[in-house]
């Protein structure tokens, strides 16, 4: 078991440095980031523009400024924000608490959600729930999340007036005071809800193929046949089994998170690394998106390993591969 | 009904509502088992010979599977009339079976000594160390080496004789009057199917198990099996004591399908066959469902007026009714 | 031996495609919208008037209120009905261009890893698993930040996050081919490895691959119509569906409509997409068995 874990851990630090390796150079061999900066500070002198490349160690070849820049990141430092002329990490941190408490809302609404409702979905099969379900995930899997943010907000927010359409609420940082509690999980519904909508219908049809597989199988007669009760069958012989395609694709659940948070951050104006990168991009500002860019690969190879790790734990012919 | 018989089945009927129309899986079998018996059932793929193991523990998949008419007495008590909670309570305690293939038949994720102590929990209710020492003693009483070790593995790990045995531990865990082995040695090398069968039969003189043997192979029902029941097309065509069938068989189909074996000693220049195929257990012709591959069927019968049903012979020996008629 | 004896029964061109229908049950609906969404961005020039027509005189009007403009306008007066219809066309200039390279360069990858050495094929498998998995979102803004935005930025992007499921795909037929016994035997005999791809990989990967093409045609769409939401694909104001669900957010309780009706369309078409799919993939799976 070990060994397959140091194995899983070995693999994820070098696809993180080949990360590190893409993102910086493609940043950085692809156009000067000195010629973007240049026309927003000082006019097109080329001694000034010599020295000033020099000042920001532009001019050094690419592999010392590929080095300096990960002994920096390492300990959190990505330099400065061109735009917003701060340090990159003090910026990230502030918005980090927002991401976070969208993200993970997001992601447990849609686990809680998604596998029950599918086991159950495969267990009573053809029944009004199941069609309910079935219909459900259709449209989970089709409907653009953007779209569906937005008609919520019209509806839910504008004309009913049930969720407040924008922001977080008064909450700073990572905690809320007893009397933000109220408003900022007022807040927190609508974005988190849209956020786990196709997550929960990719799980949930996931959840139910599987099932459905299992029921039909052998192992699953057998405990029958040996007298066990329905309740003991379903949940401990096949829901352990279905749980393994569900965990396969967690990490496509992952990767639909991240890309959803940047969506509904837009959508909601929530102030999280996902408006940030967004701003980022558009703006030109490098290091920024660089940093945003690296953080969120790092964040999503850490989770596949863990996902990868947790496979090992749950079928055992994993690990002996 | 002596104490002796454990199973008597009584014109069972089990036919599948699709929507093509009404297959007629079993139709109208009879038979019985009495304690420390082998029962060999044997017939081609599709004869109905697995759905008469399901329709015993009464998991006839729903809802098109439908047992229509009989009786199943188990000790006397008719199971068809028990609901599905009782059933469950005589399943693994009474009635147990054992699939073709023991790989699909375990769990993948959970170890063999899971397997084997959720079904001893139902019987003994002892603590887990006590549930594991008998679960290692079942395992040394198929003949598993190290069964200390073994215990804690998982199926994958164990070779394919293994996981036979250690599905049939499972099965006879509960000690049932009933055993259904379907097939059980297909999937083996013939070696091992040897002391498989072996096995099965030490452990029906140790307990006095009735087995209802299903197979396809006259060889096997040679060295396990003490009657034998032919099927096909849904119906029990002949049953008899195995020597009886081998010296004396009646049906033209029972005739054929031991004809089809040939001896080694025998100069074979074509394997003989069974002209025809199966009919299509959806359309059933009515009457004998043998009749357009018998080779010599009576006017009668041709037309179709004679209707099923095993008549008794000679003592113990049972055939098909139009069969006196046809030859 | 008995032999049966029949007349086989001829059957003419419209009645087995009759019976064709009658046994494989095509979906309609999905068909229907695909084929519209064709003719549509084909056809759009002949079929409506200009999408980027501003009339300020007409602007603001809700659907179904006005006979000229059956489906409204929008905050500068450009007719929703053309807009949309030439968001048809968009949809296909992207996807289309997109999945083609996406193909090419995976079927690529795919046949040098699954055909080359143990080493190659572990770091080309690397390489696509890690992009396989990475939010293809994120790897779009990457490509941004030094691509540029608009047309060729949207094609670049999508295309950077599809071509790595061909690739594994493609892996793994020739890797189920390689190894099986006539492929030994040809190379025997000297056949060439084009030969033995042309024969035995082609039939097995055309059927996935048509199955995966229609199934990935409903990500693409979504992708592209997200990047475009944002800001980083095709020029604001171009008549993508995306863009106009962005535009009438700004003026949301105004002219919802601008944001309501696009996205709708979006949704018809993945979903018929998925739907297509789902039905090619059961339509292919056993009919190959059987034609074996």
């Known amino acids: 078991m070990w060994q397959y874990?140091?194995?899983?851990?070995?693999?994820?630090?070098?696809?993180?440095?080949?990360?590190?390796?893409?993102?910086?150079?493609?940043?950085?061999?692809?156009?000067?980031?000195?010629?973007?900066?240049?026309?927003?500070?000082?006019?097109?002198?080329?001694?000034?523009?010599?020295?000033?490349?020099?000042?920001?160690?532009?001019?050094?070849?690419?592999?010392?400024?590929?080095?300096?820049?990960?002994?920096?990141?390492?300990?959190?430092?990505?330099?400065?924000?061109?735009?917003?002329?701060?340090?990159?990490?003090?910026?990230?941190?502030?918005?980090?608490?927002?991401?976070?408490?969208?993200?993970?809302?997001?992601?447990?609404?849609?686990?809680?959600?998604g596998i029950p409702l599918g086991i159950m979905s495969a267990v009573k099969r053809d029944s009004i729930f199941d069609k309910l379900?079935?219909?459900?995930?259709?449209?989970?899997?089709?409907?653009?999340?953007?779209?569906?943010?937005?008609?919520?907000?019209?509806?839910?927010?504008?004309?009913?007036?049930?969720?407040?359409?924008?922001?977080?609420?008064?909450?700073?940082?990572?905690?809320?005071?007893?009397?933000?509690?109220?408003?900022?999980?007022?807040?927190?519904?609508?974005?988190?809800?849209?956020?786990?909508?196709?997550?929960?219908?990719?799980?949930?049809?996931?959840?139910r193929s599987a099932m459905l597989e299992i029921l039909d199988s052998d192992y699953v007669k057998f405990a029958q046949v040996k007298g066990l009760s329905n309740r003991l069958v379903i949940w401990r012989h096949a829901a352990k089994n279905a749980l393994i395609p569900v965990l396969t694709f967690g990490g496509i659940t992952l990767a639909g998170l991240l890309n959803g948070s940047v969506i509904v951050e837009v959508v909601f104006a929530w102030p999280g690394v996902g408006l940030l990168l967004l701003d980022g991009v558009t703006q030109r500002d490098f290091p920024l998106t660089e940093a945003a860019i690296l953080l969120s690969g790092f964040f999503y190879i850490c989770t596949a390993v863990i996902i990868d790790i947790t496979y090992g734990l749950v079928d055992p012919r994993v690990r002996a591969r | 009904m002596s104490d002796d018989i454990v199973l008597k089945v009584e014109n069972l009927r089990t036919h599948f509502h699709t929507k093509t129309g009404i297959v007629k899986a079993v139709d109208g079998i009879d038979f019985e088992l009495r304690r420390g018996e082998t029962l060999g059932v044997v017939g081609e793929s599709g004869s109905g010979k697995s759905m008469t193991a399901w329709s015993i523990l009464g998991m006839v998949p729903k809802p098109a599977g439908r047992?229509?008419?009989?009786?199943?007495?188990?000790?006397?008590?008719?199971?068809?009339?028990?609901?599905?909670?009782?059933?469950?309570?005589?399943?693994?305690?009474?009635?147990?079976?054992?699939?073709?293939?023991?790989?699909?038949?375990?769990?993948?994720?959970?170890?063999?000594?899971?397997?084997?102590?959720?079904?001893?929990?139902?019987?003994?209710?002892?603590?887990?160390?006590?549930?594991?020492?008998?679960?290692?003693?079942?395992?040394?009483?198929?003949?598993?080496?190290?069964?200390?070790?073994?215990?804690?593995?998982?199926?994958?790990?164990?070779?394919?004789?293994?996981?036979?045995?250690?599905?049939?531990?499972?099965?006879?865990?509960?000690?049932?009057?009933?055993?259904?082995?379907?097939?059980?040695?297909?999937?083996?090398?013939?070696?091992?199917?040897?002391?498989?069968?072996?096995?099965?039969?030490?452990?029906?003189?140790?307990?006095?198990?009735?087995?209802?043997?299903?197979?396809?192979?006259?060889?096997?029902?040679?060295?396990?099996?003490?009657?034998?029941?032919?099927?096909?097309?849904?119906?029990?065509i002949e049953q008899a004591e195995v020597t009886e069938l081998f010296d004396n068989p009646l049906h033209p189909y029972t005739k054929a399908l031991l004809r089809s074996v040939p001896d080694l000693d025998d100069d074979v220049e074509m394997l003989p066959t069974i002209e025809g195929q199966p009919p299509d257990l959806a359309n059933t012709p009515s009457g004998c469902v043998f009749r357009d591959r018998c080779p010599d069927p009576s006017d009668d019968c041709r037309d179709g007026n004679v209707e099923m049903g095993l008549i008794e012979v000679s003592p113990g020996h049972w055939v098909d009714q139009c069969c006196i008629n046809c030859g | 031996?008995?032999?049966?004896?029949?007349?086989?029964?001829?059957?003419?061109?419209?009645?087995?495609?009759?019976?064709?229908?009658?046994?494989?049950?095509?979906?309609?609906?999905?068909?229907?919208?695909?084929?519209?969404?064709?003719?549509?961005?084909?056809?759009?020039?002949?079929?409506?008037?200009?999408?980027?027509?501003?009339?300020?005189?007409?602007?603001?009007?809700?659907?179904?209120?006005?006979?000229?403009?059956?489906?409204?306008?929008?905050?500068?007066?450009?007719?929703?009905?053309?807009?949309?219809?030439?968001?048809?066309?968009?949809?296909?200039?992207?996807?289309?261009?997109?999945?083609?390279?996406?193909?090419?360069?995976?079927?690529?990858?795919?046949?040098?890893?699954?055909?080359?050495?143990?080493?190659?094929?572990?770091?080309?498998?690397?390489?696509?698993?890690?992009?396989?998995?990475?939010?293809?979102?994120?790897?779009?803004?990457?490509?941004v930040t030094f691509v540029g935005t608009g047309y060729i930025g949207v094609i670049i992007a999508v295309t950077a996050t599809t071509w790595a499921r061909f690739a594994r795909m493609i892996r793994g037929e020739v890797l189920s081919v390689r190894e099986r016994d006539f492929v030994t035997l040809a190379v025997i005999l000297g056949v060439s490895p084009f030969m033995i791809m042309w024969r035995h990989l082609f039939p097995n990967v055309i059927n996935t691959l048509m199955v995966m093409i229609s199934l990935m045609i409903g990500q693409v769409v979504l992708l592209e119509a997200s990047l475009s939401f944002l800001g980083l694909g095709m020029s604001p104001g171009e008549p993508a569906w995306g863009i106009m669900v962005a535009e009438g957010r700004q003026q949301l309780l105004t002219t919802w409509w601008v944001s309501l009706l696009p996205g709708i369309l979006i949704t018809l078409v993945v979903m018929a997409f998925n739907f297509f799919g789902d039905w090619l993939r059961d339509y292919l799976d056993p009919r190959m068995r059987r034609s074996r």
């Open chain 1, 133 to 207: 379900g079935k219909g459900f995930a259709v449209f989970g899997l089709a409907a653009p999340q953007f779209w569906v943010a937005i008609m919520l907000i019209l509806f839910l927010g504008g004309k009913l007036q049930w969720f407040p359409t924008y922001g977080r609420g008064d909450i700073q940082g990572w905690w809320p005071t007893i009397e933000q509690i109220p408003q900022t999980l007022w807040h927190l519904a609508l974005p988190s809800i849209v956020l786990a909508l196709s997550v929960t219908a990719a799980i949930m049809r996931l959840a």
């Open chain 2, 67 to 236: 047992i229509e008419t009989g009786r199943i007495l188990y000790h006397g008590e008719d199971l068809l009339q028990k609901t599905d909670d009782e059933m469950r309570k005589i399943r693994g305690s009474g009635i147990c079976m054992v699939m073709q293939d023991p790989l699909t038949s375990l769990n993948p994720v959970l170890t063999i000594k899971k397997q084997l102590t959720e079904t001893l929990e139902l019987e003994f209710k002892e603590k887990k160390e006590s549930l594991l020492q008998r679960a290692i003693a079942l395992l040394s009483s198929v003949n598993i080496p190290a069964p200390e070790t073994r215990v804690t593995s998982y199926p994958h790990e164990m070779s394919g004789g293994m996981r036979q045995r250690v599905v049939g531990a499972i099965s006879i865990s509960r000690s049932p009057d009933v055993l259904i082995a379907d097939e059980p040695t297909t999937s083996l090398d013939v070696t091992i199917q040897l002391q498989y069968l072996k096995l099965l039969k030490d452990i029906q003189e140790e307990t006095g198990v009735g087995i209802i043997f299903i197979t396809h192979d006259f060889g096997i029902v040679a060295k396990m099996c003490d009657r034998v029941a032919v099927m096909y097309a849904g119906h029990i």
């Open chain 3, 1 to 143: 031996m008995a032999t049966i004896d029949f007349e086989p029964i001829k059957l003419s061109y419209t009645q087995r495609v009759l019976k064709w229908i009658k046994e494989y049950n095509p979906p309609w609906i999905p068909i229907i919208i695909l084929s519209s969404l064709l003719f549509f961005g084909l056809f759009a020039n002949f079929v409506t008037g200009d999408p980027m027509a501003n009339d300020l005189k007409a602007r603001q009007i809700a659907p179904f209120t006005d006979i000229h403009h059956i489906l409204g306008t929008d905050m500068l007066g450009k007719d929703m009905t053309s807009r949309l219809i030439f968001g048809c066309r968009s949809v296909l200039l992207v996807t289309a261009p997109s999945i083609i390279v996406a193909i090419f360069i995976g079927t690529a990858i795919g046949l040098i890893a699954g055909y080359t050495g143990r080493i190659t094929d572990t770091i080309l498998m690397r390489i696509t698993d890690a992009t396989l998995g990475f939010p293809s979102i994120l790897v779009a803004m990457l490509l």
């Open chain 1, 5 to 113: 874990v140091l194995r899983r851990m070995g693999e994820g630090i070098i696809t993180l440095i080949a990360l590190s390796f893409v993102v910086f150079g493609s940043v950085h061999l692809t156009g000067d980031p000195a010629d973007y900066l240049m026309p927003l500070t000082e006019a097109h002198d080329q001694k000034i523009y010599e020295a000033q490349k020099k000042q920001m160690g532009l001019d050094r070849p690419f592999i010392v400024q590929y080095w300096d820049y990960i002994n920096s990141a390492i300990f959190f430092d990505f330099g400065t924000s061109y735009v917003i002329q701060k340090p990159i990490s003090e910026l990230i941190l502030k918005k980090l608490p927002a991401t976070v408490h969208l993200a993970l809302s997001g992601f447990f609404l849609a686990i809680i959600i």
